[in-house]
């Protein structure tokens, strides 16, 4: 059985959205982007398997907001969050609630290529534990 993997891609900066999302449709991959977490979480099924790209600072509810959203509703969606100006601080929240990587902008891209694969590796180990 083929599953169909999606990157959910969530950052307010149009350029930035439409560079990564570029990027991933170029190697392949399926995208949906959002301009917003509450746009992202307006359609957000638990079921649909892939990961998640998503920028901290956010307007409206943060990506840390987000991911901790994602986390008290079971999601078993891997986060990947990149930011403009991580700290160490978020760094750990973030890595400390589980994203699978903080990435810094401007996002290099063939490390965020090696952490989607990541992220979907560990979405498979995750909907095979079921």
């Keep these: 059985m083929q599953v169909n993997l999606t990157v959910f891609v969530v950052d307010d900066e ?5 560079s990564i999302c570029a990027l991933l449709r170029a190697n392949g991959m399926t995208v949906e ?3 917003s ?3 992202f979480l307006a359609a957000y099924q638990p079921t649909r398997r892939g990961c998640l790209v998503q920028d901290v600072r956010l307007q409206g509810m943060s990506g840390m907001e987000l991911h901790r959203q994602l986390i008290n509703m079971g999601s078993p969606l891997p986060v990947i969050i990149i930011s403009g ?3 160490d601080e978020m760094i750990a929240q973030a890595t400390e609630a589980g994203a699978v990587a903080v990435l810094c902008k401007p996002v290099p891209y063939q490390k965020l290529l090696n952490h ?3 992220a ?3 979405d498979a180990a995750r909907h095979d534990s079921y």
């Design 85 to 87: 100006q991580a700290d």
């Design 116 to 118: 989607i694969e990541e």
């Design 33 to 35: 982007p959002y301009a």
């Design 37 to 39: 977490a509450e746009e």
């Design 14 to 18: 149009r350029v930035v959205r439409d």
């Design 120 to 122: 979907f590796r560990i």
